[in-house]
């Protein structure tokens, strides 16, 4: 039996002015460093590519059959209730056999206020 092939797709809330996106561009990067080209993926849920099913294709097109969607947002919020779960059912009807699961927001793991405040203490 093989092992399921997984991928982490990054979603960021995207922006029309492109340098907005490079930071996210630059995690991307050095995520694929640790987990692999076809390990990890960025999207963007409205101004800015790809979007979520474009980067799920990508996957699928690698040989991915798991995905999970780190938010890269600070709360959970109305995107992960209202605009998130359509774009996770379009990904599902175009590829009904890959498991998907949403994860909670970037901002509300406790790793992140950590570094946040050494961050802020460090500037104080």
């Known amino acids: 039996m093989t092992a399921k092939k997984s991928a982490l797709i990054l979603m960021a809330h995207g922006s029309k002015d492109p340098r907005w996106c490079e930071p996210f561009q630059r995690l991307e990067g050095q995520l694929k460093k640790t987990l692999g080209q076809d390990g990890v993926y960025l999207s963007y849920m409205e101004f800015a590519e790809p979007t979520l099913l474009n980067a799920a294709e990508s996957a699928v097109k690698a040989g991915v059959s798991q995905i999970k969607i780190l938010p890269l947002f600070m709360a959970g919020g109305a995107h992960l209730v209202q605009d998130i779960p359509p774009l996770?059912?379009?990904?599902?009807?175009?590829?009904?056999?890959?498991d998907i699961e949403t994860l909670g927001p970037v901002g509300?793991?406790?790793?992140?206020?950590?570094?946040?405040?050494?961050?802020?203490v460090e500037a104080a």
């Open 108 to 120: 509300e793991q406790p790793r992140f206020a950590d570094l946040i405040c050494q961050i802020a």
């Open 88 to 98: 996770v059912d379009q990904i599902k009807k175009a590829f009904p056999a890959l």
